[in-house]
Structures are given as structure tokens and as C-alpha cells.
């Protein structure tokens, strides 16, 4: 019999990609998604089994982690060998808009987890893993960062953070639990959700350089952030659910980069070359060049002609609107206790992720663009 594992947030990117990997690894997989009048399933759809197929290895549960009842069903009636904590208001800049939200499903909602765990008699069987951030560390008190450098949150996402993180702590040494967190850095992928930073770079980049948009508009260009793949990432949450002792460990992949450069890394991916000028919120993005044959094998040469176009046009911005009233200004981790104790590596290099989020992304605004069209063509037949 293969082992059973919960995942919180399943609908989301990590819950999508780890879903899948456990599944591979002939897991059964119980998913917990919040309910609506939409699906909302997108990213794990060519996972789902119908409720009625014999043997289903993907099997989804209403829930919420502001309902404390809910959860304890929910765990009582899987029996999970693991529990993933992924589920959260994961937002920075909107949690200063829903703080309380906020705080009662990243922060009490992983108590809630916890103290079902222990309530069911489960300290023995079901393993936990929570979802920490970079975002704990804040207003950095040391570069790089690792599992001994001190907290200093600057966002109600990262307090709430803060006390998840502090809360497993206290549940494994206070019940022996096999409860560890995994403070994981920036990670992204074609998966990521389009209001998150580089998914909006990525696909802002595809409409522009394809001609469905004017102009990207952006916060902070100088931040910098340890940018890794989801894919990676999730490989290192079910490592660290199968060491022998639970602990606490920082996923990263050591290398720091500006929004600005990761800006430039996608226009370059079909040809488009920016060149930046001014400061701060008069900061442009212009397009300086263009390799016509990258840019034909990248995105067609139907588009050609309309990207030329592009050069010398301003096609970044930066809005004040989305700058946080506290900055994180550089987050890098050191990934060492996890390369050392879990035998983790990540096989994806920023290049190599930038281009699996652009050649997605392409794709997809193609894609759109060809249904756009033939629903005019559509209507036309019908006047």
C-alpha cells in the first residue's frame, strides 16, 4: 500500500506540481480546496479522477483553514501519513488590504492543522510540513540568509508567516511531532498565478512583443529576490517530509537577481532588447533592438512586422500604486542544510525557468489571440 498525503491549497501552484510528483510516486493524494461558484481547478485537471472510478489516486475535500471543524474532519476521515500545509493568502501587497483574513489563515490556520493532528491521536503516524517564506526575514539582518538568521517581517502576510513558522516549532517539541517547515525562497513557473511579479512580467511581455498590449506597468525595479522553479521546490517538501528527524530547512538556490533583469531576461527570450533610463517611479523601460531571427523562432514571423514597431517605444513603467508601504529590498538564501542533509540540488537555473515561463506564456496569449479572432469572424457571420 502506498502512503497518503493532504495537501492544503492544492488548486495552487506548489499544491498542482506536488500533487503530481506524489501521485507519481504512487502516493494517494487528498486535496483540500476552498469552495466557489467557479471550479478553479485549472492546474490540476489532467490529474482528476471522477468519483466513481475504481483506485483513484486524486481525491478533492471542501475546506478552509479558518474552519477549524472542518479541518479536523477533513484529517480524521483521510488518515493522512502527510500532511502539506500549502494553502494561504499568499499575497504580499494585498495582505495589507485583508490583514485580519490574513492572520487567521496563514497564521491560525496552521495551529488548527496542528492541533487536529494532535487531538486525533495522529503525533505518531501523520508527518507535517508547513509552508514558510523569505518573506520572514524581511529587513534582513544577514546576507546570505540561512535557518539562524533572525526574523524581522514587513508585511501581515510575513507576520502571520512568522507565527506558523513558530507554532510547528512549538508543536514538535512540545507533542514530538514530525512537524518541520520549509522556508522557501521565490519560486515560480508557468503554474504561478498572473497577479504574482514574474507571471505579470512574463505575460505582459508575450502581449506586447504579440501586440495585445501597450505597456507593462511595474513597483519596486530594484528589488532583488532568490528566484528558483516551483518544480525544484516541491522535490525538497517531500524530502524534507522523509528525514528520520523533523527540522527546519531554507530552500534557495543562493543566486539574487533585480526585478529589472528579470525584465530584461524575458523580453530577451523572443529578441526584444530594453534599455532603462531615470529613477525610482520615473524609471522607463524602452525597447532598444530586436533580433528578427530569435524573435521569428520565438514567437512567429506573422508578428514580425508589428514587433519592429515595438523599437524605441516605451514599454515598462513604473506605478507608485505597487510599491508596499514596507519594502523587502533583497532577499538571497543559503541553501546549504538542505544540499547537505537532503541531497537537494535545483535543476532549474533562472535562465532555464524564465524561458519555460515565456515559451508558456507565448503559447497561451497565441492562443487567445486565434480564439479572439475567430469569435469576431463569428459574429461578422451572424450580422
Not at 528589488?223 to 525538497?236: L, M, P, S, T
Not at 524605441?312 to 519594502?327: I, L, S, W
Request: hydrophobic share 35%; proline share 3%.
Amino acid at each position: 500500500m502506498g502512503k497518503t498525503a493532504l495537501i492544503t491549497g492544492i488548486t495552487g501552484q506548489d499544491g498542482a506540481y506536488l500533487a503530481e510528483y506524489l501521485i507519481k510516486k504512487g502516493y494517494t493524494v487528498h486535496g483540500m480546496k476552498r469552495r466557489s461558484s467557479l471550479f478553479n481547478t485549472d492546474r490540476i485537471d489532467h490529474l482528476y479522477q471522477g468519483p466513481h472510478e475504481k483506485e483513484r489516486k486524486l481525491i478533492l475535500h471542501y475546506g478552509d483553514l479558518t474552519d477549524s471543524m472542518n479541518i479536523t474532519r477533513i484529517i480524521q476521515e483521510v488518515q493522512p501519513d502527510e500532511i502539506y500545509n500549502l494553502a494561504a493568502m499568499s499575497h504580499v501587497k494585498v495582505s495589507f488590504d485583508t490583514p485580519e483574513y490574513t492572520a487567521n489563515a496563514d497564521g491560525i490556520g496552521t495551529l488548527r492543522i496542528l492541533e487536529s493532528v494532535r487531538l486525533l491521536g495522529l503525533t505518531e503516524k501523520t508527518r507535517v510540513y508547513q509552508a514558510s517564506t523569505s518573506e520572514l526575514y524581511g529587513l534582513v539582518q544577514e546576507i546570505p540568509q540561512k535557518e539562524t538568521t533572525p526574523f524581522y517581517p514587513r508585511s501581515p502576510y510575513a507576520v502571520a508567516k512568522l507565527y506558523g513558522y513558530w507554532i510547528t516549532v512549538n508543536y514538535r517539541e512540545a507533542y514530538g511531532m514530525h512537524a518541520s517547515n520549509g522556508i522557501l525562497f521565490n519560486h515560480e513557473s508557468p503554474l504561478r498565478g498572473e497577479t504574482f511579479v514574474t507571471r505579470k512580467i512574463t505575460r505582459a511581455v508575450s502581449r506586447i512583443a504579440l501586440s495585445m498590449q501597450d505597456k507593462l506597468f511595474l513597483g519596486n525595479l530594484s528589488a532583488q529576490r532568490d528566484w528558483g522553479h516551483a518544480k525544484d521546490y516541491v522535490r525538497a517538501m517531500y524530502l524534507i517530509l522523509q528525514q528520520d528527524k523533523p527540522s527546519d530547512y531554507v530552500i534557495a538556490t543562493g543566486i539574487t537577481t533585480t526585478v529589472r533583469d528579470f525584465v530584461k531576461m524575458s523580453f530577451a527570450e523572443l529578441g526584444l532588447e530594453v534599455a532603462f533610463s531615470g529613477e525610482g517611479v520615473n524609471e522607463k523601460g524602452k525597447i532598444a533592438g530586436i533580433n528578427e531571427k530569435l524573435f521569428i523562432e520565438k514567437a512567429g514571423a506573422e508578428y514580425l512586422e508589428n514587433a519592429k514597431m515595438l523599437v524605441g517605444k516605451e514599454v515598462v513603467a513604473v506605478d507608485k500604486a505597487y510599491f508596499r508601504p514596507t519594502e523587502v529590498e533583497l532577499l538571497i538564501g543559503d541553501p546549504t542544510k538542505s544540499r547537505t542533509l537532503l541531497g537537494w540540488t535545483p535543476e532549474y537555473d533562472l535562465p532555464a525557468l524564465v524561458k519555460d515561463m515565456m515559451r508558456s506564456d507565448v503559447k497561451e496569449v497565441k492562443k487567445n489571440a486565434l480564439l479572439q479572432k475567430e469569435g469576431y469572424r463569428i459574429l461578422n457571420y451572424f450580422e
